[in-house]
């Protein structure tokens, strides 16, 4: 006796390696993803169940008619809107190619339905849908939008580690700076992130302003960073006499900033101006220049805003692919994409944690304490952010775990990890938070003799 043939898994978990359910037209993994659900065709086979008919042939007209292509582009809700055409006498739902009676149609949400899965089949079950269901309204379209590579639809599943939902949690359990924490270790940190702006100038990138972030926004960065990077290479060059010219120069390109200000920004542009905003901020604040200060003190809440409503805009990364979010990345990176995910994840949690550094330094200069802020998890392996490729991003990512870390968790690589296997601003966070002398005894310790020396942090 012939065994039925096993119906397989989707293209897209059968890619992951992931179970698939194989509930008809969209498996549970892909419709929880909004992904592209499509099977591949079924092999023949010579198994024939008992009292099962063949489906009617169709003609060439009513095939046409019924071709998924009739969906390509258009949002489900507007096929209400479509002249139904003559349909063929309806057969039997019995004879039909349907799911199994779990896989029924009501179990089935047709919002979230990809056209371009669709057999042929389908048409006749949603029209038969329709017609028992009158003008019943079908509801907001959903959130799809057509693909021009089914290779950008399905993100790599070990992308779950950087922007799953509590990867986004701030953690409040120990401060940035230590209760006795004195001046001089604060102008030595505001000294640590000059240096920084400094090799962003020189190198296009640091350790918290990614040298391949330009690409997310298509291969350059945004004008408002493009500003921002001419002001601090301005100020880094100044001399005696053109520092006031500079300053000015500075204060007014934070004004148009601030004043340009869009209610609607996506999370590129949002990203874009927290990261302008902390150049400003880092030159006003910390200058020594009196008015300067005055003017990036009022600035402050701000950036504040700011930060929260890019980490707010973040969390919604989740389960998402970048092409169907507000995040749109150039056309020239689908095999790229989970390297660039990364990049603008890790980014955004950067970025976040160095806004906090610039107001929590300011902050308990001018007051004597420092506020509690709370920690992002940050990505503390050294070499994922130093990779050029996403060749040398995937071979990061499988030399161990990827120390995903809060302030908190950091505090355990101390005694768990090498000092050359943790990122420098991972260090640099360690030595605000847990004592600068502890992570340099653990730095003279590293197997690494330039950074046993240097304390490069």
Sequence with gaps: ???????????????????????????SRCRERMLRCAYPPVKPSSYVQLGQLPPPQQT???????????????????????????????????????????????????????????????????????????????????????????????????????????????DHRVRLHRPDVDTSFLHLQISGIRSWMRTWVNTGGCPFIHPDLGDLYGGTLPPSMQVAFMSISSYIHQTEATTPLILDAVDTQSKQLVAAETLHAGLLEQLGRVYSLVVY???????????????????????????????????????????????????????????????????????????NVVETIYHTLHHGWSPLTGSLPCTARYGLWQARSTTEWDAACKKGDHHLLNLHGLEHLIADTDAADVDVLSRALMSSAHGRERVVQWERASSNQKLANTHDR
């Design 1 to 27: 006796m012939f065994a039925p043939p096993k119906s397989p898994a989707c293209k897209g978990c059968a890619r992951a390696k992931r179970k698939c359910d194989k509930r008809q037209p969209v498996c």
């Design 60 to 170: 060439t007209e009513q095939s046409l008619v019924h071709s998924s292509n009739l969906f390509d582009g258009l949002y489900l809700d507007s096929i209400c809107k479509l002249p139904l055409p003559a349909l063929p006498a309806l057969p039997a739902l019995s004879s039909l190619d349907t799911p199994s009676t779990n896989d029924s149609l009501d179990s089935v949400d047709i919002d979230l339905i990809d056209p371009d899965s669709l057999s042929l089949s389908w048409p006749l079950k949603l029209s038969e849908r329709l017609q028992l269901d009158s003008v019943r309204s079908l509801g907001a379209p959903a959130p799809w939008l057509p693909l021009p590579d089914t290779s950008l639809a399905e993100p790599p599943s070990p992308s779950d580690w950087f922007i799953s939902p509590h990867t986004w949690e701030i």
């Design 281 to 355: 901020q880092m030159v006003g604040l910390f200058d020594g220049n009196i008015r300067a200060r005055e003017r990036a003190d009022e600035r402050r809440g701000t950036l504040s805003r700011w930060t929260g409503q890019l980490l707010g805009a973040a969390r919604h990364m989740d389960g998402m692919s970048p092409m169907s979010s507000s995040v749109i990345l150039s056309s020239s990176l689908p095999r790229r994409l989970p390297w660039h995910t990364w990049i603008l994840a890790e980014s955004i949690r950067r970025v976040w944690v160095v806004a």
